[in-house]
């Protein structure tokens, strides 16, 4: 299990780097040049064009720009194109900020999953699988953007309360308990968003799954020994029907940047998604770089934790 470990983690290792070179080829050959950053700007001369591709390397073969951009992104002093600013430093307080949805929305997501998907397998057929398997397709087929909207026309309208951004304007002056609880407020309707998609996805998957799990024969035998439901179902066939959802587990992790864009954009909410979306339409290529390297870093490392815990959940694979 540890070598199969080592490998697997040399694998991801090289595939990141095959991944930063491609990602920096398809940033820097895209059509356009950096004069194009503010056209409208009228003091910007070619005198500034000249002194700004010195002062970010653009002037030096590509080779030399690739690593120069690495190097200075793992010493913390690449900046932006935009402001000037320490990427990392930019990063690391938008990426807390999508951390907290990210971490609110899968917890929703599979905590409610789970639940609903082993009972619609359960009672196949009954009101209850219905209703949910309706809705799930409800919620799969209309866009998360459309909810949002819906959402906070609702909310506006009939309780007069604000739910852009990360905290009510002019709260900052109040007690910390007001400002914990407005916080709370703020984070859980983009969260609660950022979830149906995935509850409804999730919950086929799992429907699905144990569908095909408790008609098995050791099913039958557990329930022929006098075992209780509750041990039959979420002991028994629940273990068995989770290695699928190994892999899912795994590809949760770029979730957090990839999976909050519109949510944030929506919402005004200060995250990864949304400086992401910003730094494209400003052609700010220090930040995409940034922000595609550490989705492939997440991806990898998904893959990687699953790899991991197939040998856990499947002893089997062990062998």
């Known amino acids: 299990m540890f070598s199969f470990a080592v490998r697997s983690f040399f694998q991801k290792l090289i595939t990141l780097f095959f991944i930063s070179v491609i990602s920096f080829l398809v940033v820097y050959l895209a059509p356009g040049e950096p004069s194009q950053i503010d056209p409208m700007n009228p003091k910007f001369t070619v005198e500034d064009l000249e002194r700004f591709r010195q002062e970010f390397n ?98 506006v309208k009939n309780f007069n309360v604000p739910v852009i951004g990360m905290q009510t304007f002019g709260m900052s002056g109040a007690g910390a308990f007001s400002q914990v ?37 050791y099913i039958r035998t557990a329930k022929a020994k006098g075992l209780s439901s509750d041990k039959v179902y979420y002991k028994h066939a629940f273990r068995n029907a989770l290695l699928p959802f190994v892999t899912m587990f795994g590809l949760i992790l770029p979730g957090l940047i990839g999976g909050s864009v519109i949510i944030e954009s929506i919402f005004a909410w200060p995250g990864m998604g949304r400086m992401g979306y910003e730094a494209i339409l400003a052609r700010d290529y220090p930040i995409i770089l940034t922000i595609n390297f550490i989705a492939a870093v997440l991806v990898l490392a998904g893959t990687f934790i699953s790899d991991v815990l197939y040998m856990v959940v499947d002893p089997r694979i062990r062998l």
């Open 58 to 155: 653009l002037d030096k073969p590509l080779h030399m720009q690739y690593y120069l951009y690495y190097k200075n992104l793992f010493t913390g002093q690449l900046k932006s194109w935009k402001d000037n600013q320490p990427v990392l430093g930019k990063i690391v307080e938008r990426f807390i900020n999508s951390l907290w949805l990210f971490i609110v929305g899968t917890v929703i997501t599979w905590c409610l999953s789970f639940p609903v998907g082993i009972q619609a397998a359960i009672n196949r057929g009954s009101v209850f699988d219905r209703s949910t398997t309706f809705f799930a397709y409800v919620l799969i087929s209309i866009p998360s953007f459309f909810f949002a909207y819906m959402l906070i026309i609702f909310v």
């Open 181 to 217: 609880m407005d916080r709370m407020w703020h984070l859980v309707l983009p969260s609660v968003l950022g979830a149906l998609g995935g509850i409804a996805l999730l919950s086929r998957y799992v429907r699905a799954q144990m569908l095909e799990v408790i008609h098995q024969d």
